[in-house]
């Protein structure tokens, strides 16, 4: 999906190349914080500890995380327009302004503001977007799990500052549909996870949203994913994957 970049691309930095503008995630021992309404999505939640951890992956370290909707100073400000108080607050003050995705399909904007940054989606799978698009651009592929896609170490990472703008993306549903799962696909699953569960299905949605993908068409030659496991559908509807069926 293209990106529409308004008035300043989102770049990452190294340290010793960072102005002090830039908003700082690591440096050094320090790790710039994250809070997220635990009011919005539980997805959203979800992504936001993925993206934590993703900044362990890169530094060696995770960025803390604090579910509050009190809006802390230095931090990474994560949430949905509608859902999040601290989103909903940032409007309601005019520190930023929404018009552009609000109400849209599967948008965010990224934007620094003073010493924040803040993440702001129009629906939860806009806002999960714009959690692993910082992901992506701190390094860590969406396959490092599948494919084993090696993150580089940085010691340091920053933001240039300035806001990105991700419109509705052209298709609409954008997926995978698992065709002939047999032999191949569910005898790694069986072995793997005793079949396919919802615990090979948290891998397969997470790098779906990685990808920012929203779809899945299951294996269904001889298995039936709502029957199967009880918590497949309620996983896909978490992680907000739109299930096909026949």
Request: include cysteine; charge should be positive.
């Amino acid at each position: 999906m293209k990106h529409v970049i308004i008035t300043f691309l989102l770049i990452f930095f190294f340290a010793p190349y960072a102005s002090c503008h830039d908003f700082c995630i690591a440096r050094a021992q320090y790790r710039a914080a994250m809070t997220v309404d635990p009011g919005d999505w539980k997805g959203v939640i979800r992504a936001a500890h993925d993206l934590s951890d993703d900044v362990r992956k890169v530094t060696g370290s995770p960025s803390p995380l604090f579910l509050t909707a009190n809006i802390r100073p230095r931090t990474i400000i994560i949430g949905t327009i509608g859902r999040s108080r601290l989103i909903d607050g940032l409007i309601a003050r005019r520190l930023i302004h929404v018009d552009s995705i609000r109400g849209r399909w599967e948008s965010y904007q990224i934007q620094t503001v003073g010493d924040m940054l803040v993440i702001a989606g129009s629906d939860k799978r806009g806002t999960i977007y714009g959690i692993y698009e910082i992901s992506r651009r701190i390094g860590v592929s969406p396959w490092y799990w599948w494919a084993d896609a090696p993150v580089c170490h940085q010691s340091s990472l920053s933001i240039a500052q300035g806001i990105t703008i991700q419109p509705s993306p052209k298709v609409k549903y954008r997926g995978i549909f698992i065709n002939d799962e047999w032999p191949s696909f569910g005898t790694w699953a069986t072995r793997h996870f005793g079949g396919l569960n919802s615990h090979m299905y948290t891998h397969l949605f997470e790098l779906l949203l990685r990808l920012k993908a929203n779809y899945l068409w299951p294996a269904m030659w001889s298995t039936r994913f709502n029957e199967d496991d009880p918590l497949n559908p309620q996983l896909a509807d978490e992680y907000g994957i739109v299930m096909g069926t026949s």
